[in-house]
């Protein structure tokens, strides 16, 4: 299922770059100057973490991999349960194909 994540109905020109979907945000108006070391390093860290947090990941005593979210779902759910290759392939899904960043890899 593909989902358009749209900008947030707000009239505040900060948050012009920012879209909300389903408890995920990206906000495309952060920048820093050439100079900024520190809100550069910042910055690469932030963009640069792991998909998954990998302490809150858990292995259940039927062998499916229980992964406990920072945030509630509006439900009160408070973990998800998956069997190992489904956990596998939305793992993957996370990874970028080859060439898509603009760089291109040639094997020899």
């Given at each position: 299922?593909?989902r358009t994540i749209?900008?947030?109905?707000?009239?505040?020109?900060?948050?012009?770059?920012?879209?909300?979907?389903?408890?995920?945000?990206?906000?495309?108006?952060?920048?820093?100057?050439?100079?900024?070391?520190?809100?550069?390093?910042?910055l690469c860290r932030?963009?640069?973490?792991?998909?998954?947090?990998?302490?809150?990941?858990?292995?259940?005593?039927?062998?499916?991999?229980?992964?406990?979210?920072?945030?509630?779902?509006?439900?009160?759910?408070?973990?998800?349960?998956f069997e190992p290759?489904?956990?596998?392939?939305?793992?993957?899904?996370?990874?970028?194909?080859?060439?898509?960043?603009?760089?291109?890899?040639?094997?020899?």
């Open positions: 299922m593909i749209r900008p947030l109905d707000r009239a505040d020109p900060a948050l012009e770059r920012v879209a909300k979907v389903n408890g995920f945000s990206l906000h495309a108006g952060v920048s820093c100057e050439g100079h900024q070391k520190d809100k550069r390093e910042r932030y963009i640069a973490r792991p998909a998954v947090a990998v302490p809150r990941l858990s292995l259940s005593s039927t062998g499916k991999i229980i992964y406990t979210l920072k945030t509630p779902y509006r439900d009160g759910t408070t973990q998800v349960a290759v489904d956990f596998i392939v939305r793992l993957a899904a996370l990874v970028p194909k080859l060439g898509v960043s603009g760089s291109s890899a040639s094997s020899t």
